[in-house]
């Protein structure tokens, strides 16, 4: 509880003050006439030190890691060569055991370790949740949404919550989840865009952090079913001024994360070769990306129909995650990709002024993850978002309420997501965004 911070300052500990502490065993090391206990308790790790009797009781000679307990005792120093975190240690001289964990076939160990494999481990992930890696990785993810929520309020924007339940679609419609609502078809929403479109009238600059939804029917490094999305609409704003705005978030959010010296060192942990990116982040245009694309001899393995050959990219084409990644992992800094063609982007995206044939969107890759933000400006003339639903073969009927933010009082806005678990890989170094989530969903795993 927050109350027990009081009792040891983590800041400075009061060395020599006597603590109560409550936790988990998170190792035990047990010597001829010492104890040596780990307790985890989620403010960190602390080193304690069983001696003389208490180190012979029943309870401390059995003790198995994952018990919960309280033990008091004195706060010290370490002495000079030993080891613990942040060089302290509690001297105990009485404990209480409240929450026994088995040893031996059922130990918490055997339970993650016996089989290795990636299946075992997320069907246990958890008991996985409370190692090490695991468990700093959500501490950086709790990190990094406080820095969002900060940085937007800073630039005084408003937070709203839209809807899950839907009954239009945003992304297309291959990837909709589709369930009964009372009677009525409903979806679980793709992103929560156009409902933060809406708010712009009443609220200025709007940002929400929600759960999307993707039936996604591939397994990929970076696909998830259910993920958490960061999104965003600016008001009265031009193409340039979202990209730099873009930007500029990143950084500050990247400041704000790294000014936390215990997320920042979890960080040197889990990301080492991590660098800072520097702005301005470098742009380039779908049809330049086109171009070095095929500079560098990397071939379009996503050909229509499925099963044909590998060609040449050709303008027009989606680039895919493979090659994607290819050109993000050379180039090796954040990319702003923009400019997409009209017919592999989102109906509400207007076109370029200059090109008639692109749109002003834009895309924003990683080296090591490739995409993690998508957006653009948004269609606000009534009469050209008609004509988009048209073109798509769109009813706009259920499009109705997003359709009048054009009829009364439209401006000019655009906006983006960004997917909180891809930006989680690319700042932590994750193999895969399912490390990214306190319980991953993706095709074929709804537990636990
Ligand atoms: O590029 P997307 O599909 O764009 C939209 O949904 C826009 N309506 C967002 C907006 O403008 N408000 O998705 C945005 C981001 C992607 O760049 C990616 O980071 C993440 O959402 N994303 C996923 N993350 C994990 N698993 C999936 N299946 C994802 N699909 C998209
Ligand atoms: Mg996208």
């Known amino acids: 509880s927050g109350d027990r911070t009081k009792e040891v300052d983590y800041a400075s500990p009061n060395r020599g003050t006597r603590v109560r502490v409550y936790g988990r065993v998170h190792r035990e090391r047990k010597q001829a006439q010492v104890l040596f206990v780990t307790l985890r308790d989620g403010f960190g790790y602390m080193q304690c030190v069983f001696t003389g009797p208490l180190a012979k009781t029943y309870d401390a000679l059995t003790l198995t890691r994952e018990t919960s307990m309280m033990i008091m005792g004195e706060m010290w120093e370490v002495p000079a060569g030993a080891h613990a975190p942040d060089n302290r240690e509690l001297h105990a001289d009485y404990f209480e055991i409240i929450g ?11 339970k993650v370790q016996a089989k290795g494999d990636a299946q075992t481990l997320l069907d246990m992930r958890h008991l996985v949740l409370r190692g090490e890696t695991a468990s700093s990785v959500m501490f950086v993810r709790d990190a990094v949404e406080h820095a969002f929520n900060t940085a937007y309020h800073d630039l005084h924007y408003v937070k709203v919550s839209p809807p899950a339940l839907v009954q ?31 708010a712009i009238p009443f609220a200025g600059n709007v940002y929400c952090i929600e759960k999307s939804f993707r039936a996604e029917k591939s397994l990929t490094r970076r696909h998830l079913s259910e993920y958490t999305h960061v999104e965003a609409e600016l008001d009265f704003i031009t193409f340039d001024d979202l990209l730099t705005h873009l930007e500029s978030l990143i950084c500050t959010v990247l400041d704000l994360v790294f000014a936390n010296p215990r997320i920042a060192a979890m960080l040197k942990e889990l990301n080492p070769s991590f660098t800072l990116p520097s702005r301005p982040f470098k742009r380039l245009r779908y049809a330049d990306a086109i171009d070095w694309l095929n500079e560098h001899e990397i071939l379009n393995e996503d050909v229509e129909p499925e099963g044909s050959p590998p060609r040449a990219f050709e303008f027009g084409d989606d680039i895919a995650e493979a090659a994607e990644r290819k050109m993000t992992d050379i180039i090796g800094v954040p990319i702003l990709l923009t400019h997409f063609p009209a017919p592999i982007k989102s109906f509400y995206m207007p076109r370029d002024a200059e090109d008639d044939r692109v749109t002003e969107s834009v895309d924003l890759l990683m080296p090591g993850v490739g995409e993690i933000v998508g957006g653009s400006m948004r269609m606000y003339k009534y009469e050209e978002l008609m004509a988009a639903y048209k073109r798509e073969d769109m009813d706009p009927a259920p499009y109705y309420w997003y359709t009048d933010m054009r009829k009364y009082g439209g401006s000019p806005h655009g906006g983006y997501g960004l997917g909180l678990e891809r930006f989680l890989a690319w700042l932590c170094g994750l193999h895969t965004v399912r490390e990214a989530c306190l319980y991953p969903r993706y095709m074929g795993r709804c537990k636990p």
Do not use: R
């Open 168 to 198: 239009t679609q945003v992304e297309g419609g291959s990837t909709l989840f589709s369930l009964p609502y009372y009677g009525e078809p409903a979806y679980l929403t793709q992103s929560s865009q156009l409902y933060l479109e809406t």
């Open 100 to 110: 026994k964990a088995p040893g031996g076939e059922e130990a918490i160990t055997n």
